[in-house]
């Protein structure tokens, strides 16, 4: 990802696709998350740094796979004109909500399947006692993610559409095919 500080200029809009619905999203991350060979090799638990992994990119939306060490976090941030959702594969996370004058925490455990709306300003950490790993699926695919000082004001955008996909949608949609469900 790269960054560039927040001015008083605003850059033309460009001409995004609407986010598909919570719904189609959901059944896109679940079915990732149940797909562990497609993403557990590229999950990574290093206490030194967090490395979202983009799995895969299309016109409509993407997807990355997060790996979270105990007390690893994001900083607060948005994700720009994208709905997502969010799967918790493994561990836990807590969801801290900056909303003024109190704060909201949320501790998901494996399996939470977390609904986020273009515009919800959050962050992510991974609580432990072990590691922990989620699926995001975005809609429009991420291009800015804004981030927040503690006062609710933007500091810096980052964009994230230089982001190598590490497969592509056929090994997605083999992997999503009715026919590889387990269970």
Do not use: F, K, N
């Not at 999950?43 to 990355?64: G, I, N, S, T, Y």
């Not at 607060?76 to 799967?87: M, N, W």
């Not at 455990?109 to 609580?127: E, K, N, S, T, W």
Request: charged share 20%; hydrophobic share 40%.
């Amino acid at each position: 990802m790269s960054a560039i500080e927040i001015s008083g200029l605003a850059a033309p809009p460009v001409a995004r696709p609407a986010p598909l619905s919570g719904e189609l999203l959901t059944d896109i991350a679940t079915g990732l998350a149940a797909s562990e060979d497609l993403w557990r090799p590229h999950a990574h638990h290093d206490p030194d740094v967090r490395r979202p992994v983009r799995l895969v990119v299309c016109d409509l939306w993407e997807a990355w796979v997060v790996g979270w060490t105990p007390g690893q976090h994001v900083d607060v941030h948005d994700h720009g004109d994208s709905a997502g959702v969010l799967v918790v594969v493994e561990g836990h996370l807590v969801e801290e909500l900056p909303v003024r004058p109190l704060c909201q925490l949320r501790t998901w455990g494996a399996g939470a399947v977390v609904d986020l709306p273009v515009g919800v300003v959050h962050d992510v950490a991974g609580v432990g006692p072990g590691a922990s790993t989620s699926i995001h699926v975005y809609s429009p695919p991420l291009s800015t993610m804004t981030y927040y000082d503690d006062d609710g004001q933007p500091v810096r955008v980052e964009t994230t559409d230089d982001e190598p996909a590490i497969t592509d949608l056929r090994s997605v949609s083999r992997a999503l095919h009715p026919s590889q469900r387990r269970g």
